[in-house]
């Protein structure tokens, strides 16, 4: 036997800030682990129980909910390993989005230290004038829209296409970018920033807003995987315990 204390389903909901039925639904979606039942049907919880629950919510807030499910449920599967490579995914997805944020900051650095040749007229342009002006060839701005960077109009009755300021700017942001290296997966993020913001200024500020948030939550995933790693402290040594009194 251990020397556990019996908890009732209101004591971790009090610990957590929930309802009784939201403590039946975790353990039912294995966030806890199976409880043992009085001869009356009712559920026995302990101080393990408490832990994982503990642990489940400072995971969830770093991981999101349903990466933090899916690593306590590995964990009461007794697939340590399983649970340590979810955590080590969700870091590397996190390490993955920072490394696009700083591309795309890059990108808008290099696109402001170099100052826009004017438009030789007002109006749209064709492919050719758009070809010279970037000092490009014309089968480059093809490429550049078969990967989908460049979405010039087309000129009703003839096809031909058309190229509005904003697809000049595009088009120069694509040559700046790809002489500096850029594949077209990392040019393709800004480029749908610039569109959606408006403004280079203001995507700098999204850019800027989206890395504190990343700063944010890497904090609270360290705060988890902390939380984890008191959670499986427990576990072993209560499993040694148990063993040993056996």
């Known amino acids: ?34 409880a043992a039942r009085t001869e009356s ?44 490579a979810l955590v080590d995914a969700a870091h590397a997805a996190l390490h993955e989005e920072r490394v696009a944020l700083r591309a795309a900051s890059e990108a808008l650095e290099l696109l402001a230290a170099e100052p826009p040749a004017p438009l030789p007229r007002s109006g749209g342009l064709r492919i050719g004038e758009v070809a010279a002006l970037l000092g490009v060839r014309t089968s480059a701005l093809r490429v550049w829209e078969e990967a989908g960077l460049l979405t010039p109009g087309r000129e009703r009755g003839t096809g031909y ?22 594949l077209f997966d990392q040019i393709r993020p800004v480029l749908q920033g610039l569109r959606r ?28 995987a902390g939380a984890l790693h008191a959670h499986l402290e427990r576990v072993t040594a209560s499993t040694e315990r148990t063993g040993q009194g056996s």
Do not use: K, W
């Open 1 to 34: 036997m251990t020397n556990e204390r019996r908890l009732r389903p209101v004591d971790l909901a009090r610990l957590a800030g929930v309802s009784t039925q939201q403590i039946r639904n975790y353990e039912d979606a294995g966030v806890l682990p199976p």
């Open 41 to 84: 049907g009712y559920r026995v919880f302990t101080d393990t129980h408490r832990s994982a629950l503990l642990a489940y919510r400072v995971l969830m807030r770093g991981y999101g909910p349903l990466t933090a499910t899916r690593i306590m449920r590995a964990l009461h599967d007794d697939d340590v390993p399983g649970a340590l």
């Open 161 to 182: 296409r058309v190229y509005e300021p904003a697809d000049v700017r595009d088009a120069r942001l694509v040559h700046t970018l790809r002489r500096s290296h850029y």
């Open 197 to 224: 913001e408006g403004s280079s200024d203001a995507l700098r500020a999204a850019i800027a807003a989206r890395g504190e948030a990343l700063t944010a939550r890497t904090g609270r995933m360290v705060e988890g």
